[in-house]
């Protein structure tokens, strides 16, 4: 149901930075959570970070005190601040979104990260 869409990736070099947005369909002010998630290719996909209703994180052991997700409820957007990228950071990043509690999961396409000299 909710339309997410993302951007801002690109290529960076290790030690860089780059900010992702996710642009919603929806209010996401009244979301039940809203999250980045990874995949590289032969990895499984894994959680990077997550935003609840009340502005509540979690984060991945691998990116604490590198990443950081925030929200900009009047342009129904997140996003994901990225620095110090490392080459194992490289994946394609997907936005997730879940309205309700129980409600239907919701994935964006994805914007693809590369960390590289």
């Known amino acids: 149901q909710v339309k997410l869409v993302e951007s801002g990736g690109g290529l960076v070099q290790p030690g860089g930075s780059l900010r992702l947005s996710c642009a919603a369909s929806?209010?996401?002010?009244?979301?039940?959570?809203m999250g980045w998630y990874r995949q590289a290719p032969g990895n499984q996909r894994e959680l990077v970070a997550t935003?609840?209703?009340?502005?509540?994180?979690d984060y991945a052991d691998s990116v604490k005190g590198r990443f950081t997700i925030s929200r900009d409820n009047a342009k129904n957007t997140v996003y994901l601040q990225m620095n110090s990228l490392k080459p194992e950071d490289t994946a394609v990043y997907l936005c997730?979104?879940?309205?309700?509690?129980?409600?239907?999961?919701?994935w964006g396409q994805g914007t693809q990260v590369t960390v590289s000299s």
């Open positions: 997730n979104a879940r309205q309700s509690r129980f409600g239907i999961s919701n």
């Open positions: 929806g209010s996401i002010g009244s979301f039940y959570v």
């Open positions: 935003m609840n209703s009340g502005g509540g994180t």
